[in-house]
């Protein structure tokens, strides 16, 4: 399985652990959940679907019914709804349970933090500790390849250089507050909120932490 259909994969069973959908309202909350940088075609997803569906995670509710497409005489169409199965179900939940490299990666991250509030603590902080760690050590090499070739490149490209830096400065100051926040709320401290970088508060005076660019569409718990 690639990556790529990994992630979709995970995401298409934590939506329907919640409740059974149709492919159009799945496809919806995907682009909702994950955000516009990761849209999801149909040519995407339902593959995935018939996937899922043949390795038993899946079942569809009516899929004997012909498609019809909406006209304006009828103005809808036939819908196969998708549940999960009692396999599906464990399936999604040794996805969730998994803290290993992968789920670090640029690629799964913002999915797995989607569905933080369904993970277990533990799993979560060695999920956010390992990508503060993957970050740190990109850091390290954007650091060392930036003072290497400062004398090479014109202001523009440096500039360039200068704002990915930040960026990824900024998600590890967003992990450490998270990580932060998570330790507070195990030892009886918390919950804290994530902080602004002065520890006014936070940041932008909004509840959502200053981070990487996904649209947190979950919070931890």
């Known amino acids: 399985m690639s990556r790529r259909s990994g992630v979709l994969e995970f995401a298409v069973l934590g939506l329907l652990h919640d409740a059974p959908m149709h492919g159009y ?49 009828n103005g809808k169409r036939s819908k196969i709804t998708y549940r999960l199965s009692p396999e599906g179900k464990q399936r999604f939940e040794e996805l969730l349970a998994d803290s290993g490299p992968e789920a670090w990666e640029d690629e799964h991250f913002g999915v797995r933090f989607a569905f933080f509030g369904q993970t277990d603590r533990a799993v979560r902080m060695r999920v ?4 503060r760690s993957r970050l740190e ?16 490149f014109d202001d ?16 590890v100051r967003w992990l450490n507050e998270l990580i932060e926040t998570e330790r507070a709320t195990r030892t009886g401290r918390g919950p804290a909120s994530p902080q602004s970088s002065d520890g006014r ?7 959502d932490p200053p981070g990487p660019p996904y649209d947190r569409p979950g919070r931890s718990s």
Do not use: W
């Open 25 to 73: 309202e799945l496809r919806k909350r995907l682009n909702v959940l994950l955000g516009s940088f990761r849209a999801f075609s149909y040519g995407t997803l339902y593959p995935c679907l018939k996937s899922l569906v043949a390795q038993g995670f899946l079942v569809e509710d009516n899929p004997d019914v012909e498609y019809v497409p909406a006209t304006a005489l």
């Open 128 to 131: 956010l500790e390992g990508r």
């Open 156 to 171: 523009y490209t440096l500039e360039l250089q200068r704002h990915g830096l930040e960026s990824v400065e900024r998600e």
């Open 137 to 152: 050590e990109r850091l390290e090499r954007m650091r060392s390849s930036i003072a290497r070739t400062r004398e090479r």
């Open 201 to 207: 508060g936070p940041a932008d005076g909004s509840s």
